[in-house]
């Protein structure tokens, strides 16, 4: 029964490593304290059982928008000198 426990909970940590689009648009809901307490729980748990560390999403999102953000700045900078000259 232990292990059938540990299975579920292994899955659905797991499962909160993939960030999508939706999770972006959605950050206000995914990060809100309660919701972040929640994952904290299983993730604490998971590694307590596996070793395994599992990074918060809302750290994820974080990292995703600042590399977005800044692919989007370097495009734009050969573009802008360009037109300058």
Do not use: H
């Not at 909970?9 to 490593?17: I, M, Q, R």
């Not at 972006?24 to 590694?47: D, F, H, M, P, W």
């Amino acid at each position: 029964m232990t292990k059938y426990w540990l299975f579920i909970l292994s899955v659905t940590a797991l499962g909160s490593c993939a960030v999508s689009e939706d999770m972006i648009e959605n950050k206000e809901l995914y990060c809100s304290g309660l919701y972040q307490g929640i994952r904290a729980v299983g993730r604490v748990a998971t590694e307590v059982v596996s070793g395994v560390t599992i990074p918060d999403v809302c750290d994820t999102i974080d990292e995703i928008v600042e590399e977005e953000r800044s692919e989007e700045e370097e495009s734009a900078e050969p573009a802008l000198g360009k037109s300058g000259g």
